[in-house]
């Protein structure tokens, strides 16, 4: 297995020979199928995160994520949502699905 | 390392994303103009009414095609969300301009696709998007038309039943 990102809280890895990705979320390591990496790409990137400085539109500043077909729930406070953002954008960049893959290389 | 990412998917996400918001309008014009055919058919619009299910048909195609390429590329189509749909309109002049209008938004939205497409380097996004350029001419054209014998045969006296006959026309 091939670490191919690590962020603060999360690590992507791709595992060659199953052709598929792992995430390890801290509490536990989730087999993605690349589907599923989409999948959870858009979640991530749905929250909004201006609602976690609004009281009124996120009381408590957390995020319940539901990943690979509700097989795996998570609840998240501000900073991990802003880390595992971080990690989906730059987890594509780095597995070259992003236009901005080619300014990473420069 | 094996290239698992790639062997899955076949244009970048960014371009993905852009569809997928085009996948979304065109999922509201399908709406659009289903809430223009329930204001003609209240309005005594009939033959107008007929044009708009052809149009909103028409457009959840389009959406399904935009669909069905993110599934064959690897990507991930997102159900649109579809909300705000007006069903207000002063006159049927004010409902085939609105209509107009939509067209031109959706015409801009595509032309930006397809340049930022070509910025990322895209080419099989960029090349997909030949047909809404294409099929924008066509749908500005039609309306335009419209609009055109609305203008000629003026709205006093039987003047909005001939409009309403006239649009048989660009049905087919
Ligand atoms: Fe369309």
Redo the contacts with the bound molecule.
């Keep these: 297995m091939n670490v191919i990102l690590q962020s603060t809280y999360y690590t992507l890895y791709q595992a060659t020979n199953e052709r598929c990705f792992y995430i390890d979320f801290g509490q536990k390591k989730i087999r993605m199928p690349f589907c599923q990496l989409l999948s959870l790409r858009h979640k991530v990137m749905s929250i909004d995160i201006e609602d976690h400085f609004d009281s009124d539109l996120n009381t408590h500043g957390f995020e319940v994520l539901t990943l690979c077909n509700k097989e795996h729930l998570f609840i998240l406070n501000t900073l991990e949502v802003l880390d595992l953002k971080n990690l989906v954008e730059y987890g594509f960049m780095a597995i070259g699905l992003s236009s901005k893959t080619e300014a990473l290389n420069l | 390392m094996k290239d698992i990412a790639r062997q899955s998917m076949s244009i970048k996400v960014e371009s993905m994303d852009m569809l997928n918001a085009q996948i979304k309008m065109?999922a509201h014009?399908s709406a659009l103009y289903l809430a223009m055919a329930s204001w003609c058919e209240q309005n005594g619009f009939f033959t107008s009414a007929k044009f708009f299910y052809k149009q909103t048909e028409e457009?959840r195609e389009?959406m399904m095609k935009i669909f069905n390429f993110l599934i064959d590329t690897g990507g991930n189509p997102i159900s649109p969300e579809v909300t705000n749909i007006n069903h207000d309109y002063s006159s049927i002049v004010d409902v085939f301009e609105s209509t107009l209008e939509h067209e031109i938004k959706?015409t801009k939205s595509i032309h930006n696709i397809v340049k930022k497409a070509r910025e990322l380097g895209d080419i099989t996004a960029e090349r997909f998007l030949d047909w809404f350029v294409m099929e924008q001419v066509e749908?500005e054209n039609t309306i335009r038309d419209i609009l055109d014998m609305i203008e000629v045969t003026g709205t006093e006296g039987v003047g909005l039943q001939m409009i309403d006959n006239q649009v048989a026309e660009w049905i087919d």
């Design positions: 065109e014009a457009e389009h959706v749908e």
